[in-house]
């Protein structure tokens, strides 16, 4: 736990000084976006044109969508509606590719992989998912029986008529690729890509009726050796590949609670046939040609939040209060798909009351809704709102508390100095409280690094996390915080859209300079994340193409 800490601390930006990075870009080395398996049997996926027509509302558990059938096309629009590209850009020469799920830089540390029984046009096996052409590369294809066990015991539990399917989406990192540009504090970002990433596949899950929940049971060295990424042959040479979340998927409408013990027994099954298999294929390809910089802090870090297997048992959230539906009339396809962070926001739009008390609703977990059925524990992610221009609301400093009863440890924390007024314009159980009234406007930009975003948008937030709590019971939860955060951003990012804004993450912010201005102190809580929302001001010059135009 100290030393989680001391990484936490030493990571920090500062006033006078930026957690240690290259300080430059090292374009000789610009990290590789897309892993490929070579020698792995390709398969491309489906590219389908016709996305579920489920409305948005169904993604914040607001519309009940009847289950898509299990089979190859609707893995495929899976993948799609969580990790695919969603357009290439362009700009004076330069042309990048963004993605569904956004990440810090978009450097996209984060790599995908599916574990399945096998489904109608899909064989058992484990696949990399090439997000760069829209491909599955089969790495393992047997030994996938394992998956078999906990099918069976799915089938006992929830689907006797065989309806339904169950598969596992696996998460890693090459944690270079964003260390390449942040150096040292990049670990945090990684695992805040994890987080938002969650959520795009808890987003798409919902658009097809379906189900998605973290596997909080199993150790790394289980999901690394399931996911093939702990195979060192097939790493020579190349950067490696940490093993970040396992995500239980059900093509049903039902998700038993305790899967997560079957998840063990059957990852212990695929471990004792399969993962030391030699019908493994595909070595990995190379990131980077080159490191200009060794960033061995990340890899401490990484080693220090390793997690072991556990046996935990989470409280559900209790009932809140009814979510206000969105109000909008788009596809959670279109939104998903459109999604796209704001690059300069005009500084003078305001939003009305119902659609900012909509936001916020809907960032707190109800139990067994979409989306945040995805994350078993209690809610340790509280946002701090700099609130600039909403209709009903004072300009100024705002908390939403989404861990229940949470409120007199925040106010102990924050030196008992607010007056935890619940606002006028907010309805009645929503745990929304002005702290105080002020133009923060200036102090929002100036703790997200001098970055307009977060003064010039509707409003931005620091997200206060529960910190000595969560590391106490065990260092791995500092990956666990982190992707509530981003869960919270990826949340955020939706509604922006939906309520007809748009959303940008910041990763960029300094940590002790928020904590000092509301003032913090101690380690109970720390500031992880910061968010912005706003009326967008788009750049014009950039041209949009299409995703996968050469299929
Ligand atoms: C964890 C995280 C941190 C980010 N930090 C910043 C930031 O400090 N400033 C900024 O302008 N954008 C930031 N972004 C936005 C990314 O640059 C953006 O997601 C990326 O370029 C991909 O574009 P897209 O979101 O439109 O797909 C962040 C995004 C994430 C997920």
Redo the contacts with the bound molecule.
């Keep these: 736990m100290d030393d989680i800490k001391e990484y936490h601390q030493r990571t920090k930006h500062r006033l006078n000084q930026y957690a240690a990075g290259p300080g430059y870009l090292d374009w000789e080395t610009q990290p590789n976006p897309f892993r490929r398996y070579e020698g792995a049997e390709r398969i491309e996926l489906p590219l389908i044109k016709d996305d579920p027509a489920s409305p948005y509302d169904a993604l914040f558990g607001g519309a009940r969508v009847e289950p898509r059938r299990f089979n190859l096309e609707s893995v495929s629009l899976f993948l799609k509606l969580s990790l695919s590209l969603?357009a290439w850009k362009e700009y004076q020469g330069a042309r990048w590719a963004?993605?569904v799920?956004?990440?810090?830089?978009?450097l996209h540390a984060e790599e995908g992989y599916i574990i399945t029984g096998g489904a109608p046009g899909l064989e058992e096996g484990v696949y990399h998912y090439d997000s760069g052409s829209h491909a599955l590369e089969k790495r393992l294809g047997k030994g996938a029986e394992a998956m078999g066990l906990m099918l069976d015991e799915y089938e006992r539990r929830v689907n006797p008529f065989h309806s339904h399917g169950i598969f596992l989406v696996g998460l890693t990192s090459i944690h270079w690729r964003e260390a390449w540009k942040y150096g040292e504090r990049a670990f945090r970002?990684c695992q805040?890509?994890v987080g938002?990433a969650l959520l795009c596949l808890r987003f798409a899950a919902a658009s097809l009726g379906w189900r998605a929940r973290l596997a909080t049971g199993a150790s790394d060295g289980m999901a690394a050796s399931l996911m093939g990424i702990s195979r060192e042959e097939d790493y020579i040479g190349v950067e490696s590949e940490y093993p970040d979340a396992m995500v239980i998927v059900s093509t049903g409408p039902d998700m038993p609670g305790d899967l997560d013990e079957t998840f063990d027994g059957a990852a212990r099954h695929f471990l004792l046939n399969a993962a030391r298999d030699d019908s493994w294929r595909g070595r990995a390809s190379v990131v980077s040609a080159g490191h200009a910089h060794e960033w061995p802090v990340m890899d401490e870090a990484a080693r220090m939040v390793f997690k072991p297997a556990t046996e935990e048992d989470f409280t559900p959230p209790p009932d809140a209060p009814l979510l206000p539906l969105s109000g909008c009339d788009k596809s959670a396809a279109h939104i998903i798909m459109t999604?796209?962070?704001g690059?300069a926001y005009d500084g003078a739009s305001s939003m009305p009351a119902e659609k900012f008390v909509r936001i916020t609703s809907a960032l707190i977990p109800r139990a067994d809704k979409a989306p945040w059925d995805m994350i078993p524990w209690l809610a340790n992610v509280h946002p701090v709102f700099f609130v600039h221009r909403v209709e009903g609301f004072a300009p100024g400093i705002y908390i939403l508390v989404r861990r229940p009863g949470e409120e007199e440890t925040l106010k102990a924390a924050l030196g008992g100095k607010y007056a935890w007024t619940p606002p006028k314009a907010s309805p009645e159980g929503l745990p929304l409280y002005l702290l105080k009234e002020m133009d923060a406007r200036g102090t929002a930009a100036m703790i997200?690094?001098q970055?307009d975003?977060a003064g010039d948008g509707i409003f931005s937030a620091g997200m206060l996390a529960r910190f000595d709590g969560p590391l106490a019971i065990g260092p791995w939860w500092y990956r666990r915080i982190h992707w509530e955060a981003?869960a919270v951003?990826q949340a955020l990012?939706l509604e922006a859209e939906a309520a007809g804004f748009r959303g940008?993450?910041?990763?960029?912010?300094f940590d002790d300079v928020f904590h000092t201005t509301l003032g913090l102190e101690g380690d109970v809580f720390q500031d992880i994340?910061?968010f912005t929302v706003g009326a967008s001001v788009e750049d014009e010059r950039v041209i949009t193409k299409p995703p996968y135009e050469g299929r």
């Design positions: 969603a963004v993605r799920n956004p990440s810090s830089g978009n970002y805040l890509d938002h999604r796209r962070s690059q997200s690094c970055q975003i981003g951003g990012y940008t993450g910041i990763g960029c912010y994340y910061h």
